[in-house]
């Protein structure tokens, strides 16, 4: 199985900042990535999918893969303490298998 | 509306016991998924079923078991042969649209299990 890796964190951005989110894939051949946002004690909600080489924007949120370098980021522009949770990137598992695999997630941590 | 409902949102077990948790989706999806997540750790995928009464063994499937007799339900049985089975029990599906099978994944809010 192809891995997803993520560092957990915490990451501590200001409020009204950019938070930086980094994941990394070792299959060359995936195509199609994705955010999700994990609340404590709640279950994963999709916040972003990309699915080509670039930059996908939705709102605050700004999506980008380079599938050169195998590596997938997540923006959020003007931080809010609402962000706060952990971010869970996932990705094909390689192999033409089913469903996706998750990394471990990072905790990010909005200070007001 | 469109979702998935699992249940019981909180079960406690004493060793020993099967338990089984449920998954009902109305959402008209062929594939459906369990995973498990515990405690700072990603989701790791017990078992998946891309149609009616066919399902797959996914990374961690010793100890559990899963019947897919309706497109609606996918229920998983945690066994008493699962030695460490207190955690986070999460069930998804998949539209089969965008990505094939390796589209986006729809979660429901999950079961936490906790073995006494």
């Known amino acids: 199985q192809k891995e997803v890796e993520q560092n957990s964190g915490p990451l501590s951005v200001p409020e009204g900042a950019i938070a930086s989110l980094n994941c990394t894939y070792s299959?060359?051949?995936?195509?199609?990535f994705f955010w999700y946002r994990q609340y404590s004690g709640k279950s994963p909600e999709l916040i972003m999918s990309?699915?080509?080489?670039g930059d996908k924007e939705d709102g605050r949120f700004t999506a980008q893969l380079n599938k050169a370098s195998q590596y997938v980021s997540l923006l959020i522009r003007d931080s809010q303490p609402s962000d706060s949770a952990t971010y869970l990137c996932?990705?094909?598992?390689?192999?033409?298998?089913?469903?996706?695999?998750f990394g471990k997630g990072t905790h990010l941590i909005i200070q007001p | 509306d469109g979702g998935i409902t699992q249940s019981p949102k909180y079960l406690f077990r004493k060793e020993g016991q099967n338990v089984t948790l449920s998954c009902e989706q109305n959402?008209?999806?062929?594939?459906m998924y369990w995973y498990r997540q515990d405690p700072g750790q990603g989701l790791r995928l017990i078992y998946y079923?891309?149609?009616?009464?066919?399902?797959q063994k996914g990374d961690i499937a010793e100890g559990y078991s899963v019947s897919r007799e309706k497109k609606e339900s996918f229920p998983l049985t945690v066994t008493s042969a699962q030695k460490n089975p207190t955690a986070f029990y999460l069930c998804?599906?998949?539209?089969?649209?965008?990505?094939?099978?390796?589209?986006?994944?729809?979660f429901g809010e999950g079961s936490r299990l906790t073995v006494l």
């Open positions: 079923s891309q149609i009616v009464n066919d399902f």
């Open positions: 299959d060359r051949g995936s195509q199609s």
């Open positions: 998804a599906s998949r539209t089969g649209l965008a990505g094939g099978l390796n589209g986006e994944l729809f």
């Open positions: 990309i699915y080509s080489n």
């Open positions: 996932a990705g094909p598992p390689g192999g033409g298998a089913d469903g996706l695999t």
């Open positions: 959402l008209n999806h062929d594939a």
